[in-house]
């Protein structure tokens, strides 16, 4: 198959053309703003690369859309602090750019597996259950996991800017299935849970940017022995998926020539790996301790910082994401492989290489003498 990646130079996006080309059988071309994460590929025979914005060229994503057999669509902006700080950019990119790139699918008659996000179920409806009432028994027999086809919504008041992307997303694919029932367009959509693996976002002092998500913030005050921030003290808890597991069910969904994968939703995720903020923090601790700390180097301090600080004051957070995963277990037989504490392990394994080898590249400080 002919595929398109648009967005495809992002963490998710670099897997999926590393296990596409590794079939030895499709053709992966990707645009993106950036392509530091494909550098290993550009020269593999199957694989085309264009540094290309689909919010301005236009133009070629017509043409590429016209030239697939699968569009696969992983523009986004995908970090709370943008949310919250930049809403405006979020609508435009992740819904308008986004919905133009669906229409053209629905006009030329293309397939399109469309990115969404598993944060448009939003905040659980446990959590709205005032705190006399829920009981620890009640608690115990809250089922709050998230299914595709049967979970409701929740979202904020419009002053927690956060819910932008969540509500962006979810107009976004309630046109796509408008799109699929009115004008017959083929499409599936993926709702990614908390991945996690190499290449993930990036440090944020290598930038001078602090909007990367949590496994970076938390690698980057390991590596440098800064502060690991637990916003309102980690209690919200996250079920984390290796990508390599992620990208073994969106294959299977790409390839899918049954077309029992067309107009549905998928979670991707790991529900036997959830953990809380601060449960992730200490097995990231222990992990490095053991395996990369020289002994010598401070690790970091850790400290509570209240969301509306660190984010900005629209922000607001989903207390718990549990994926119900039955449909891509049946129509995929597809099942997650990797625990917590191996992803972590892998993941950071491939952080500290990297910049233990940047670091090493780096020229020596000259010693200066006085004459
Ligand atoms: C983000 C996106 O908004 C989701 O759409 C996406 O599906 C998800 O990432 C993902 O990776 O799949 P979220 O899980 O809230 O959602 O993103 P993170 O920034 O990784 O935050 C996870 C938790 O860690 C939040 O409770 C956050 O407050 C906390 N956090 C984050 C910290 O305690 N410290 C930090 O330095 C960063």
Same mark, same amino acid.
């Given at each position: 198959?002919? +595929? ?19 079939r ?5 071309? $990707? ?25 301005? =060229? ?8 016209e ?9 986004a902006?995908?970090? %709370? ?36 996000t ?11 259950v ?9 608690? $115990? ?16 008041? !419009? ?34 849970? &908390? ?8 440090? %944020?002092?290598?930038?001078? =940017? ?32 290796? +990508? ?5 069910c969106i294959?299977?969904i ?15 995720? &790991?529900?036997?790996?959830e ?9 990231? +601790?222990d ?10 180097? %401070? ?6 910082? %209240? ?8 922000? $607001? =957070? ?20 990797w625990d917590?504490?191996?992803? !972590? ?14 670091a ?6 000259? $010693?200066?003498?006085a004459?």
């Amino acid at each position: 198959m002919r +595929i398109v990646l648009l967005g495809g130079g992002g963490f998710i996006g670099s897997h999926l053309a590393e296990w596409l080309l590794a079939r030895g059988t499709h053709d992966v071309i $990707a645009t993106d703003i950036n392509h530091d994460k494909l550098r290993h590929l550009l020269d593999h025979g199957r694989f085309t690369y264009f540094d290309s914005d689909i919010h301005t =060229d236009v133009q070629l994503t017509r043409q590429l859309v016209e030239s697939a057999d699968v569009v696969v669509n992983l523009v986004a902006v995908a970090t %709370p602090k943008t949310y919250t700080l930049n809403p405006l950019h979020v609508f435009e990119l992740d819904f308008l750019d986004n919905l133009r790139v669906a229409q053209m699918c629905a006009e030329m008659n293309r397939r399109l597996v469309q990115f969404s996000t598993c944060e448009i179920y939003g905040p659980t409806w446990l959590s709205l259950v005032p705190p006399e009432l829920a009981t620890p028994e009640f608690i $115990a027999r809250a089922d709050i996991t998230q299914s595709e086809d049967s979970t409701a919504m929740i979202t904020g008041p !419009i002053n927690e800017t956060r819910w932008i992307y969540a509500t962006s997303k979810h107009l976004l694919e309630r046109v796509i299935h408008a799109l699929g029932m009115q004008q017959g367009l083929d499409y599936s959509i993926i709702r990614p849970f &908390n991945f996690v693996g190499p290449r993930f976002d990036f440090l %944020p002092s290598d930038k001078d =940017d602090t909007s990367p998500r949590m496994f970076a913030q938390f690698m980057d005050a390991l590596l440098r022995g800064t502060r690991i921030s637990l916003v309102d003290g980690g209690a919200a808890q996250r079920c984390y998926t290796y +990508i390599d597991d992620a990208v073994e069910c969106i294959g299977r969904i790409l390839e899918d020539r049954t077309g029992s994968t067309s107009r549905e939703a998928f979670n991707i995720g &790991n529900p036997g790996n959830e953990a809380s903020v601060v449960e992730f923090a200490d097995m990231m +601790i222990d992990i490095y301790k053991a395996q990369y700390w020289d002994g010598v180097q %401070p690790l970091p301090e850790v400290v509570s910082v %209240p969301g509306k600080e660190f984010f900005g004051p629209g922000y $607001a =957070d989903c207390d718990r994401r549990i994926p119900d995963i039955t449909k891509a277990r049946e129509l995929l037989g597809w099942a997650p492989e990797w625990d917590l504490r191996s992803l !972590i392990s892998s993941t950071m394994d491939s952080f500290v290489s990297e910049y233990r080898s940047r670091a090493a590249e780096r020229p020596a400080p000259v $010693a200066l003498v006085a004459e």
